[in-house]
């Protein structure tokens, strides 16, 4: 069973820094899902990526699939970027409606 | 842009009694998911549905939970006899596909059993 860890768990920062957020996980998969929630609780599919980098807007989400590691960074970051962010995989490493297994989030705040 | 829904947003239980989640997931989805989150504490995977029957589930799911599609539209999560440690968040999820495709959260029934 996959075992997913992030860091750091809390995070404060000024607007406009460079944010990075890790994950780690145990098991090989074929995608890792990054999630944002907020604080009504409210979950958002951000990534979902299975190699490589990809970009939406300020939010850029890496993976290196031989590491099991990936990565999510806010580029000039601002206040509405304050929620937790979450790192999840699939369970097991093997086909069908797997759930995902979730990190214990990172608790993102900037600060104006 | 089409949303899970859930109902209610918010529901008070006494211990001991019967509740029933629902949730509308996305209409050409085909798995859905239940997944809880204990205040504080990291979201919990529940259960998975495909074509009809449970695909997999966690150690928590136990004879006390059960899941159902009653129709072409509503999925349910029943709990046959709430517990106090049953608060939580419980969050409905789809995905097109598998865990391969991303998922769509529903905003969630809060459960304060009493």
């Known amino acids: 069973k996959n075992e997913v860890e992030q860091s750091p768990q809390n995070l404060t920062a000024q607007e406009g820094e460079f944010i990075t957020i890790n994950c780690s996980y145990s098991?090989?998969?074929?995608?890792l899902h990054w999630l944002q929630q907020h604080p009504g609780g409210g979950i958002v599919s951000l990534f979902m990526?299975?190699?490589g980098k990809k970009k939406h807007g300020r939010l850029i989400a890496t993976i290196n699939i031989q590491e099991k590691h990936s990565s999510l960074h806010i580029t000039a970051s601002h206040p509405r970027d304050s929620a937790v962010y979450i790192c999840?995989?699939?369970?097991?490493?093997?086909?069908?409606?797997?759930?995902?297994?979730f990190g214990k989030g990172t608790h993102l705040i900037i600060q104006p | 842009e089409p949303e899970v829904t859930q109902t209610p947003s918010h529901q008070v239980t006494q211990m001991g009694q019967e509740v029933i989640l629902r949730c509308v997931p996305i209409?050409?989805?085909?798995?859905f998911y239940w997944y809880r989150q204990i205040l504080g504490q990291k979201v919990e995977f529940l259960v998975s549905?495909?074509?009809?029957?449970?695909?997999?589930k966690s150690e928590i799911f136990d004879d006390q939970f059960s899941v159902e599609r009653p129709d072409g539209s509503n999925f349910t999560l029943k709990i046959r006899s709430t517990k106090l440690e049953d608060s939580a968040m419980y969050f409905c999820?789809?995905?097109?596909?598998?865990?391969?495709?991303?998922?769509?959260f529903g905003n969630g029934t809060r459960l304060t059993v009493t």
């Open positions: 999820a789809s995905s097109e596909w598998s865990y391969n495709s991303p998922l769509h």
């Open positions: 098991v090989g998969i074929s995608a």
């Open positions: 990526l299975s190699s």
């Open positions: 999840a995989a699939p369970m097991y490493s093997g086909g069908g409606a797997d759930g995902l297994t």
């Open positions: 209409s050409n989805h085909l798995y």
């Open positions: 549905f495909y074509n009809n029957e449970i695909s997999e």
